[in-house]
């Protein structure tokens, strides 16, 4: 009963929070769906760890051990940015940046849109990485888009509007070509038994005859799947909403859409990596990522190096991240898969951690441009400061933050591989990002001691910031055994072993 | 008078009508005023609605007769009704003021045709002509050229309602394949399709209203203040 349950919890949330009218029913509502939803998600992976997949609804929820895994991160993300929210956007009413002109609506009802959005969005996700037919996967893929479009054009500024929109058109092409990709797919599958049916499309099915396939068919499905799941992840060169859309959102969404979000486009990904690696063997799948990996690693480079506003920095660090689990998707192996769910693990939590500490940095100086802040944030924010360096540290996989562990394994997995050239690459767009990436937010934290008075206490943001921080420093040195059996299956799943 | 089963018939029939929906196409992207291209689309459906139709009935597949329906009651009558309120309530200009001139427009929509029957080659099975499941197969090519020239006219218009619509014209080449390759996918991904369609263009609606009082104009091209 819990694979229903849990995406129908956050969604059950949304709704009550849109028909909620004060805004502590709408804190309580989210907090506990949230707190609920990470219970079952936790349920979910002890279950598939000791009794491997699970099935519900006649087939159509399905939950192996990258389903899990992926949903348990969803929740976690949801949890600790449901508390920050909380803070973050009692601070946005008082500031009075939910604006209330003339004929714009009101600030309340405003919160409430992003009250009953963020659920639905992580509803949405967790319906992703549960649905086993593939077109019900696009579906909800699509639905991740819908409800988070309104989330990026949220405060009603030119400038989120323009993300907004960028999202939306550029989203909505890809998802057009996952679709078409979707279609391709099924027909590669119509000489399978029972091609005809509603199972027709479920993973589970697919998966266990992908050498049936149609070859030609399948390799035209790859390249639109890789085009259209590629742009709801933001690999390059499809990746130029995601600066606007991380920097234009509320902080706590950011930080869903650049983590959790991610991972559900990569899963789509992941799922059908599986049968066409397992359809057309080595040679066309893996090289095809491999280069879109790299290029968007190589692309975010510069951008990283001469970026001016640091919302938009850590934007163009998920497009790099991003780019390195589709690398270590394409090189594959059973090392290959597992650096990808580990740095999944990894990612997940420290890049929601950076997003939620620059939040609070911009929250306090009401600017995201590092040049307008002429102190180091450090002195009067010292817990915030600390983290986000701490996290920066991580996130550029700094030994010995867990991230060093996971990307070591990916350019091992591609050496062994003989992808000398994708590892040499690999190892030199890494030191390009650390560069970049140490130096500003270096500057920005530990700067001087400047005039601005020092932030209150913030007990809702503080202390989502020091439970996801003790995570982040927690497993850097130790990885719980169940977590580690479920990252292991996972990847077993991907490299069909 | 009765249809007689014929599956040459219908296979005739299909490419006709598949045919018509290029031409209409091929017509969007060269037109230069809005509300044509909106009424244009809007026959669209129409075409796609009967090409379902023809294969149901050929298939004995009943299931695409409610794709049938939908994608008329949708595309055909719901979706441009809005589109054309959209533009009425803004009051923007009627020009479409493309990027590429219309006759250009026109013949690298032909170009992309071209790539089209490239691309669908592979897929292309002429001996099957004749059995019922393999009814409009040929037409894939159509689909893939639909496809491509939506895209070509979301690059190549400026307006946001013309990108809206672009966008709508490139999921009818989608909609096409689904039934030509597949003979209707299974219903419960029709029905997210076509909810996705509605709701996609509720979300842009609302963006457009959005965006026109915070700019004054329907011009995306002066949505350019994100930059690297």
């Known amino acids: ?497 | 008078m009765t249809l007689s089963p014929d599956p040459q018939f219908g296979d005739k029939l299909i490419n006709l009508m598949a045919a018509l929906v290029l031409v209409l196409q091929i017509a969007m992207a060269g037109h230069r005023w809005l509300v044509t291209n909106i009424r244009i689309f809007g026959v669209q459906p129409f075409l796609l609605a009967s090409i379902a139709a023809t294969i149901g009935w050929f298939n004995h597949a009943p299931h695409l007769y409610f794709a049938a329906i939908l994608t008329l009651a949708l595309k055909g009558i719901v979706v441009p009704r809005l589109l054309e309120q959209v533009v009425q309530r803004v009051g923007i200009r009627q020009e479409i003021e493309p990027l590429v001139n219309q006759p250009l427009s026109a013949i690298v929509s032909g170009g992309l045709t071209l790539l089209g029957y490239v691309v669908a080659e592979s897929f292309h099975r002429p001996d099957a002509g004749g059995a019922p499941e393999s009814l409009g197969h040929n037409t894939l090519a159509v689909a893939v050229s639909l496809f491509l020239i939506g895209f070509f006219m979301m690059i190549n218009r400026r307006k946001a309602v013309t990108q809206v619509l672009a966008l709508l014209s490139l999921e009818n080449g989608l909609f096409l394949a689904a039934i030509s390759l597949t003979y209707g996918m299974p219903l419960v991904v029709e029905l997210g399709v076509f909810f996705d369609v509605l709701v996609a263009v509720m979300v842009l609606g609302v963006l457009v209203h959005r965006i026109r009082e915070a700019f004054d104009s329907m011009d995306v091209s002066k949505l350019d203040q994100l930059r690297g």
């Open chain 1, 1 to 497: 009963m819990i694979l229903p349950a849990l995406f129908l919890v956050p969604f059950a949330a949304g709704v009550l929070s849109y028909l909620a009218r004060r805004r502590q029913q709408m804190e309580a509502i989210n907090l506990g769906a949230f707190a609920l939803t990470f219970v079952l998600a936790v349920g979910l992976a002890a279950q598939v760890v000791r009794d491997g997949a699970v099935e519900a609804l006649g087939g159509f929820l399905y939950a192996d051990a990258v389903s899990a895994l992926v949903a348990g991160l969803t929740a976690l993300v949801g949890l600790v940015t449901a508390v920050y929210a909380v803070g973050y956007l009692r601070d946005d009413e008082r500031n009075g940046v939910l604006g209330g002109a003339p004929q714009g609506p009101s600030p309340h009802a405003k919160l409430r849109n992003c009250y009953a959005l963020t659920p639905l969005l992580v509803a949405s996700i967790l319906l992703v990485a549960l649905a086993n037919n593939l077109g019900v996967m696009w579906v909800a893929i699509e639905a991740t888009t819908l409800a988070s479009v309104f989330l990026v054009g949220f405060y009603g500024r030119a400038t989120s509007l323009e993300a907004a929109w960028k999202y939306a058109i550029i989203g909505g092409v890809g998802l057009s070509m996952a679709l078409f990709g979707t279609v391709v797919t099924y027909y590669s599958a119509r000489a399978l038994p029972g091609a005809d049916t509603l199972a027709g499309l479920n993973w589970s099915v697919l998966a266990a005859r992908a050498g049936e396939l149609d070859k030609a068919g399948m390799r035209l499905a790859f390249i639109l799947i890789l085009l259209g799941y590629g742009t709801k992840a933001g690999i390059a060169p499809m990746h130029t909403w995601k600066p606007d859309a991380y920097s234009e959102a509320p902080v706590p969404a950011a930080a869903i859409l650049s983590s959790a979000m991610l991972n559900c486009a990569l899963y789509g990904l992941i799922r059908y990596y599986a049968l066409a690696h397992r359809s057309l063997g080595d040679g066309f799948v893996p090289q095809l990522l491999i280069l879109f990996g790299l290029l968007s690693m190589g692309l975010s480079v510069p951008f990283v190096l001469v970026q001016r506003n640091f919302r938009r920095l850590l934007a163009y660090h998920t497009i790099d991240h991003a780019g390195i689990m589709v690398t270590a998707l394409g090189i594959g192996g059973a090392l290959g898969t597992l650096g990808l769910m580990l740095h999944m693990t990894y990612h997940t939590i420290a890049k929601s951690l950076l997003f939620l500490c620059a939040g609070n940095v911009y929250q306090h100086y009401r600017t995201d441009v590092f040049h307008d802040i002429k102190e180091g944030v450090i002195r009067s924010m010292p817990l915030t400061g600390a983290i986000f360096l701490m996290a920066t540290l991580a996130i550029v996989g700094m030994p010995p933050f867990s991230l060093f562990q996971s990307e070591f394994l990916i350019v091992n997995a591609a050496f062994a591989g003989g992808h000398y050239l994708a590892g040499v690459l690999f190892v030199l767009f890494g030191a390009g990002v650390f560069a970049g990436a140490i130096l500003h937010v270096g500057k920005l934290v530990l700067g001087p001691v400047g005039p601005e008075v020092p932030a209150p206490r913030r007990p809702w943001r503080d202390s989502a910031l020091l439970a996801m921080g003790a995570l982040l420093v927690a497993i850097a040195f130790w990885l719980p055994g169940p977590l580690l059996a479920l990252i292991r299956s996972a990847a077993q799943v991907v490299a069909g072993e």
